[in-house]
C-alpha cells in the first residue's frame, strides 16, 4: 500500500534553514509528482510547490520562491523540502502529498511534520 | 492568482443535509477537489473531478460544480462527518494548486 513517511519535528530558530524528508513506499516513486503543503496552526492548508521525481523538476507558489528548495533522492525514494530563512510564521505542521495520475489533486499524504520556529 | 472562497463554518443538525460552497471566477471551468481534515490528523479526498468519488468514501458525499460556484453536499450527516472541509483546483496560469480557506463542518 501507498505509504508517505515523513522525518520527525524539528524546532528551529529564526534565521535558520530547515529542511524535511518524506520517505515513499509502495508505488514507483518517480512516476508520480509530490506536492508540499503545510498548516500553520489553526490555520487552512497552503500550497507550496511541487517537485517531479522523474526529472527533478519543480514548481514553487511565488510566495515561497527563492526560500523553499525541493528535492529527491531517488535511489531512496525521498522527497525533500528545504526552507530557509525561517520567521516565527513558519511555524507550521508541513505535508508530503503524492499528486493523482489522472488529475491534479493529492491522494496520499504523508503524516505531517511540524516545524516550530521560536528564538 | 485564483482565489477560492468558503464559508468559514457550516452547522447542521444529524440527518440532515450539509452544503459546503467554494466560490471562484468561473470555477465551473475547473475540476474541484474536496477534501476532509478531522483534528490532529492528514487531509483526506472526499471527492475529486467535481462528484467522483475515491473508494471507501460513502455515497452520501456528493459534489457540483457550475458558474462561479462548487458545492460540497453531504446527505444524512452523521457526528463523525464534524471536520473541516477544503476545496482545492489546480492554477493552470501558476501551475500550481489552490486551496480554499476551509469550512469548520459542526454537527449539533
Known amino acids: 500500500q501507498v505509504q508517505l513517511v515523513q522525518s520527525g519535528a524539528e524546532v528551529k530558530k529564526p534565521g535558520a534553514s530547515v529542511k524535511v524528508s518524506c520517505k515513499a513506499s509502495g508505488y514507483t516513486f518517480t512516476g508520480y509528482y509530490m506536492h508540499w503543503v503545510r498548516q500553520a496552526p489553526g490555520q487552512g492548508l497552503e500550497w507550496m510547490g511541487w517537485i517531479n521525481p522523474n526529472s527533478g523538476g519543480t514548481n514553487y507558489a511565488q510566495k515561497f520562491q527563492g526560500r523553499v528548495t525541493m528535492t529527491r533522492d531517488t535511489s531512496i525514494s525521498t522527497a525533500y523540502m528545504e526552507l530557509s530563512r525561517l520567521r516565527s510564521d513558519d511555524t507550521a505542521v508541513y505535508y508530503c502529498a503524492r499528486d493523482s495520475p489522472y488529475s491534479n489533486y493529492i491522494d496520499y499524504w504523508g503524516q505531517g511534520t511540524l516545524v516550530t520556529v521560536s528564538s | 492568482s485564483y482565489v477560492l472562497t468558503q464559508p468559514p463554518s457550516v452547522s447542521v443538525a444529524p440527518g440532515q443535509t450539509a452544503r459546503i460552497t467554494c466560490g471562484g471566477n468561473?470555477?465551473?471551468?475547473?475540476?474541484v477537489h474536496w477534501y476532509q481534515q478531522k483534528p490532529g490528523q492528514a487531509p483526506v479526498l472526499v471527492v475529486y473531478d467535481d462528484s467522483d468519488r475515491p473508494s471507501g468514501i460513502p455515497e452520501r458525499f456528493s459534489g457540483s460544480n457550475s458558474g462561479n460556484t462548487a458545492t460540497l453536499t453531504i446527505s444524512r450527516v452523521e457526528a463523525g462527518d464534524e471536520a473541516d472541509y477544503y476545496c482545492q483546483v489546480w492554477d493552470s496560469s501558476s501551475d500550481g494548486g489552490v486551496f480554499g480557506g476551509g469550512t469548520k463542518l459542526t454537527v449539533l
Open positions: 468561473n470555477i465551473g471551468s475547473k475540476s
